[in-house]
């Protein structure tokens, strides 16, 4: 039994506002303070601190076939970037290691340098946010060498031949047999959708820039697959919301073609991710401007839709995405190396490398657009914090981000260091909102619990998971934040001081929906005639995961 007493309780799940509350913990969950016995129990004196749920990330791109992809071609990214092993003060115990790992890398951390930095800053969920079914296998074995955070990954099925067949033969059933099962086959825990269509037309050189187009070979169009897969979802009763990159991507006036997407869901849920990357202003083939007001109307009128942002952070960055014809224009506009790869009848992919800059004017309204959508969006419920990682920058940024929003000085100090064709016009000077640490805990934990589904998660009432991290209270918001003074996970202390002090196995969480076997002879056949491995080698077997838990449909 540990009990956290006295502390600065913020909770919204259960709309604890800063009140002084204990929270008492026993075997990993979250328990009633009735009837504990105080005596036996562990006590940490949490007087003067803030008491939070561990953080929960629900973008970010961590592990598998394209972030390591990122790691192999940039040396550049690694060199200067190097942790070493350190002793740990716990003892070795059930197959734990007494040491943390070495890794590497800067904007493309290794597996064991992910799950640290994100406990040491005080978060201990963390969705994969992009995964190619055919190499799913892949992102499972480093998230198993992802450790201290629980984990999911979202599959892409945007560009699915086998979904895009069923569509334009007007068999949606049997398209929403076919998810169900490539979930439970693939481990994965959502749909993802990327450049719907785009990545397909993309591999005869071509893309898609309206929801009508059509797509290559297939005759159905982005607005179809968007539609059915939204259907889909509700249909299946998935935990998590299809999760949607739209058209357009990074292109000047995509504002339009984002908000017609969110439109025609006609009421059904989804989450759009890295909403920054998707509003813009001005025309394409022109220079971009600020869609941002645009977009966060048309979320505030849609209480259907939920978001991330994709907050630019100025610096050094990986583009990495299964939209393959952004890559190609990256290339171009940027001059950078990259890589562009096809994952056979299911989707593609490819790598950047991107500096942005505050004085590069693009960058800078970029930077200015992210943050107009975090303040001008009114419920925090549905607009959550992400930088796309490491797309829009390194998620180790979050704190800076967390000081631009409760900080409007901070704000008006960095926006004088900007590109001044930037500043023009922008909304960000009249926009005084400061977020309270309530609303930084909705964005950071309870809100992406709640999209994701995950019960367990984001708050502290009694049955969570006891994943709590507890920061002094200091001005400067990107320092406390920074390093927490303790984060526990599954009810252990892990991190003391912003410092690895316990290593920690989380959990893979997937769902495995029910579907109709007869698909199964359908599959076996497609298989056949178009993959180059078989049906039976496919699924990633449940030995893959030595610690998992199948989140249940609705
Ligand atoms: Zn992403």
């Known amino acids: 039994m540990i009990g956290i007493i006295n502390g600065e309780v913020y909770d919204p799940q259960n709309g604890i506002n800063g009140e002084v509350r204990d929270i008492w913990i026993e075997d990993g969950k979250i328990v009633s303070g009735e009837n504990v016995d105080r005596a036996g129990a562990e006590v940490i004196d949490a007087a003067g601190l803030v008491v939070m749920p561990g953080g929960v990330d629900i973008h970010s791109h961590i592990v598998g076939a394209k972030v390591n992809a990122g790691r192999k071609f940039r040396p550049e990214d690694h060199r200067d970037h190097v942790r070493s092993r350190t002793a740990l003060p716990s003892p070795l115990e059930g197959g734990l290691r007494g040491v943390t790992r070495s890794g590497s890398g800067y904007t493309v951390p290794s597996t064991f340098l992910t799950g640290y930095g994100y406990a040491e800053m005080g978060y201990t969920t963390v969705m994969e946010a992009a995964t190619a079914p055919l ?18 990954a ?12 069923c569509i334009r033969d007007g068999q949606r059933e049997k398209a929403r047999d076919y998810v169900a099962w490539l979930l439970g086959a ?18 005869w050189g071509r893309n898609v820039g309206e929801l009508e187009d059509e797509v290559i070979g297939f005759g159905v169009t982005p607005r179809q697959i968007v539609t059915t897969l939204a259907w889909i979802n509700d249909e299946l009763g998935l935990p998590h919301l299809p ?27 989804a989450h759009f991710c890295h909403l920054q990357f998707l509003s813009y202003g001005g025309e394409p083939g022109k220079g971009i401007r600020s869609g941002a007001a645009e977009l966060a109307r048309a979320v505030n009128e849609h209480p259907n839709v939920t978001v991330d942002v994709g907050q630019v952070i100025f610096g050094e960055a990986t583009t990495m995405t299964s939209d393959g014809p952004l890559q190609y224009r990256l290339h171009k506009l940027s001059g950078n190396k990259w890589i562009n790869d096809d994952v056979e009848g299911e989707t593609g992919g490819g790598v950047v490398p991107m500096q942005y800059k505050r004085n590069n004017p693009v960058n800078a309204i970029q930077w200015l657009i992210g943050l107009e959508l975090f303040l001008l969006i009114d419920d925090p419920w549905r607009v959550f914090l992400t930088t796309d990682h490491p797309n829009a920058g390194p998620f180790f940024c979050y704190p800076q981000v967390i000081k631009l929003l409760m900080d409007r000085n901070y ?18 000077p009249d926009l005084d909102r400061e977020y309270s640490l309530y609303e930084i805990a909705i964005i950071s934990r309870a809100g992406t619990a709640r999209a994701l589904g995950l019960q367990n998660k984001g708050h502290l009432g009694v049955g969570a998971d006891a994943d709590v991290t507890i920061y002094r209270k200091l ?11 303790l984060v526990l996970k599954d009810g252990q202390v892990v991190v003391r001081d912003g410092q690895i002090v316990r290593e920690h196995q989380g959990r893979t969480f997937y769902v495995a929906p029910p579907y109709d076997p007869g698909i199964e002879g359908d599959l076996r056949a497609h298989f056949e005639e178009c993959y180059t491995i078989s049906f039976d080698n496919y699924p990633v077997a449940p030995e893959y995961l030595t610690r998992s838990e199948v989140i249940p449909c609705a």
Request: proline share 4%; no cysteine.
């Open 243 to 269: 999760h949607i990159h739209g058209i357009n991507l990074g292109q000047p006036g995509n504002a339009r073609t984002t908000v017609e997407t969110i439109e025609a869901l006609d009421g059904r849920r």
């Open 411 to 428: 704000r008006a100090e960095m926006l004088e260091g900007i590109h001044r064709r930037a500043q023009k016009g922008s909304l960000l």
């Open 186 to 203: 693939t481990k994965g825990y959502a749909i993802k959708i990327v450049n719907p269509g785009g990545v397909e037309n993309w591999k």
């Open 135 to 152: 190499v799913a296998r892949h992102t499972h074995e480093e998230l198993e060498d992802t450790p201290m955070v629980d984990k999911g």
């Open 154 to 165: 979202f599959i892409t099925m945007g560009n699915n031949h086998f979904i895009m067949k």
């Open 475 to 485: 001005d400067d918001k990107e320092a406390m934040f920074a390093k927490p003074y």
